[in-house]
């Protein structure tokens, strides 16, 4: 490989896509409008899950300036998560404020850019852009002025190639996740909503589980911790955790969990912050913003499933907007009181070996992931400062 030049980013860039810096007239439907909060550092592309907001037809074509997203353009937060970055690759939604798409010349590979920004490197050297205030923010000319160590375009194109190939493999083993999430939730429904029998018993949710059972007390053994927030656990994937020592933890790391635990947010139930616990390490806590459930005469997954159905997180959604907090949020014992239909108890089983077989796959899955993604992001740096060639 040849030598890598220190080139300023702005060199680098075409053109710089933003939608004027002030929020655009909303609609209820139609174009996706995507937000800061859609661009999350263990994706490689924007999250289209998390659009909450949609322009109209004419809102699309009139209100934005330089045009649209095109693949291969580079999105940055300039405020709120500065560091995260994501790589467009579909002509599909527009941006919304505190947002930009940085859009390359021909003869730069946005993959290498891409990967350089994501790198610890170009984490670090935006993060020492933040201008401070209320929010983490960055300004767009001295994101510009940012040093990128350059290869040649052919180099640029190999490294590329390289991580994306490990990216790849990543997102495939997502997908399989997604699916066998998917055809599980697909069974509850068909036989525990559709086929369910007016004679079915209508119990609460708290009979079958024990809600948030345990919690650091005097008599615990560990002095540092693996720390899981609300906002680490979207839809039953763990995104990242903290490394904290007990005296720097915050005072809602006290939650203790067990493997099979099933963790539900009571903040903001529409986001989808929920997961089931899988063979933990000892010393994980969680926030008290989950509500754990332990479930004591019942399979996990069933209850799993039936608490992260759209219509329930809806329902929840509901209680928590009435909620007399800043913001909406439920109660544990909101959960505790739902009501179901008991199905009978060879139905249960059947469904209960099921859902293990699958929930199996799915953590076998996340392990290749973890394995995939440490081993991308040891390769990246050194990738990227010319540490470790990769032959063209």
């Known amino acids: 490989m040849?030598?890598?030049?220190?080139?300023?980013?702005?060199?680098?860039?075409?053109?710089?896509v933003d939608n004027r810096g002030k929020t655009p007239p909303i609609s209820e439907a139609g174009y996706e409008l995507l937000e800061v909060?859609?661009?999350?550092?263990?994706?490689?592309t924007p999250d289209y899950s998390k659009v909450r907001k949609f322009v109209s037809e004419e809102t699309f074509k009139n209100w934005f300036r330089k045009g649209h997203l095109q693949p291969g353009d580079i999105l940055v937060p300039t405020v709120g998560t500065i560091g995260n970055v994501a790589l467009v690759q579909e002509s599909r939604g527009a941006i919304a404020q505190n947002l930009i798409a940085l859009r390359l010349k021909s003869g730069v590979d946005s993959r290498y850019i891409y990967?350089?920004?994501?790198?610890?490197?170009?984490?670090?050297l935006m993060l020492n852009l933040d201008i401070g205030g209320v929010q983490p923010s960055i300004k767009v000319p001295h994101l510009l002025d940012l040093k990128v160590p350059l290869a040649d375009y052919e180099d640029q194109r190999a490294i590329a190639a390289v991580l994306s190939s490990l990216d790849d493999k990543i997102d495939l083993l997502h997908r399989q996740n997604k699916t066998l999430e998917a055809m599980a939730a697909s069974l509850f429904r068909q036989w525990f909503v559709e086929e369910a029998q007016e004679d079915w018993e209508e119990v609460a949710v708290g009979d079958y589980v024990e809600l948030n059972r345990s919690s650091i007390d005097k008599s615990y053994t560990h002095t540092t911790i693996e720390y899981l927030d609300t906002g680490s656990l979207t839809e039953g994937k763990i995104e990242s955790l903290q490394s904290l020592t007990l005296d720097e933890a915050p005072s809602r790391a006290k939650r203790l969990v067990q493997h099979n635990d099933v963790l539900i947010s009571t903040v903001r139930p529409d986001q989808n912050h929920y997961g089931i616990i899988k063979n933990p390490i000892e010393n994980l806590v969680v926030s008290t913003g989950f509500c754990v459930l332990t479930c004591t005469k019942i399979d996990p997954h069933f209850i799993y499933l039936l608490l992260t159905d759209d219509e329930?997180?809806?329902?929840?959604?509901?209680?928590?907007?009435?909620?007399?907090?800043?913001?909406?949020?439920?109660?544990?014992?909101?959960?505790?009181?739902?009501?179901?239909?008991?199905?009978?108890?060879?139905?249960?089983?059947?469904?209960?070996i099921i859902a293990h077989n699958s929930w199996e796959k799915i953590e076998k899955n996340y392990i290749q992931i973890r394995t995939l993604e440490t081993l991308r992001d040891t390769l990246l740096p050194k990738l990227m400062s010319g540490e470790v060639r990769v032959e063209v």
């Open 312 to 352: 329930m997180t809806d329902y929840l959604h509901t209680i928590a907007e009435g909620s007399t907090s800043t913001y909406p949020s439920l109660k544990h014992s909101d959960i505790g009181v739902i009501v179901f239909q008991l199905p009978p108890d060879d139905r249960l089983k059947e469904f209960a």
């Open 37 to 44: 909060n859609a661009i999350s550092q263990d994706r490689r």
């Open 115 to 124: 990967y350089f920004l994501s790198s610890s490197l170009g984490k670090d």
């Open 2 to 16: 040849s030598g890598l030049q220190e080139i300023p980013l702005g060199k680098l860039v075409d053109v710089v």
